[in-house]
């Protein structure tokens, strides 16, 4: 007030006061938000701790960290494992016998289970957090309207029908049926209040370097292994249409896939008219 009417003296004092008052000032505030950080970080670790890996995340730090396109891919291949090993379990326990529910010919990947995981996760990350009850029900319809696509894409392209719910009721053209919609939406809770968190978790734990070399030698494993299965399922087909074989992919598949192998991949495949 005095500087301000003009009428202080030694100038310089007042000066080397004023900035010893904010030297305090600043140390002040950082020590309250030292304890106030530390407050927060024991009230909420699991948000302090999400905090941690984004800033991580920034700086290149965590791999596939958020729901981008190595994670996503990733995440594919253990749902198409995973998959694979669950229907296969369940088919056991309901039929009482053990048989393969793989969608390629080289190992235990479902397809269908691998792209509903990626595509899910992909679509409602954002929407992860949300009720038991949201997820469900989302779930559901996109369940439901993925697996009739996946029936109809199936059937056009390799003339085979991988299976049929004509026998349970509340069905659609025998593609989906209402109890396998809820399934959808059951699976869509467990995978994101359950599994997700800490199969995400365990992504982010490889090293960069590795997890990146890992993810596109399982992308050229799986592109080559969808491409010499769709060989064999065409020429599956056509083998039951009592098409010969003429050029030297035909004859090789004819002598690698032969139509016991094939019966034993994929063994409720039937043919359509």
Known sequence: YL?????????????ATNEGLDKVSNKLE?????????????????????????????????????????????????????????????????????????????????IVWGLAIALVTAMLYKYKDKSDSFVFIIGTLLGGAYEYLCSVFTEIVFGKVFWDYSEIPFNLGGRINLLYCFFWGIAAVVWFKKIYPHISAWIEKIPMLTGKVLTWFLII???????????????YDERGKGVVAENSIQKWADEHYDDAKMEKIYPNAKATE
């Open 30 to 110: 950082s020590a309250i938000s030292r304890w106030v950080g530390k407050r927060i970080q024991k009230a909420y670790p699991k948000a302090m701790e999400l905090i941690r890996k984004e800033e991580e995340a920034e700086k290149g730090k965590v791999f596939a960290a958020g729901c981008g396109f190595y994670k996503i891919v990733l995440l594919f291949f253990v749902g198409a494992f995973l998959g694979d090993i669950t229907e296969t379990i369940f088919c056991r326990i309901t039929a009482g016998v053990w048989m393969s529910r793989s969608s390629v010919v080289w190992g235990p990947f479902s």
């Open 3 to 15: 500087l301000l009417r003009g009428k202080g003296k030694n100038l310089s004092r007042w000066e």
């Open 221 to 235: 494993f799986m592109v080559c292994n969808v491409a010499v299965s769709c060989i064999a399922l065409v020429r």
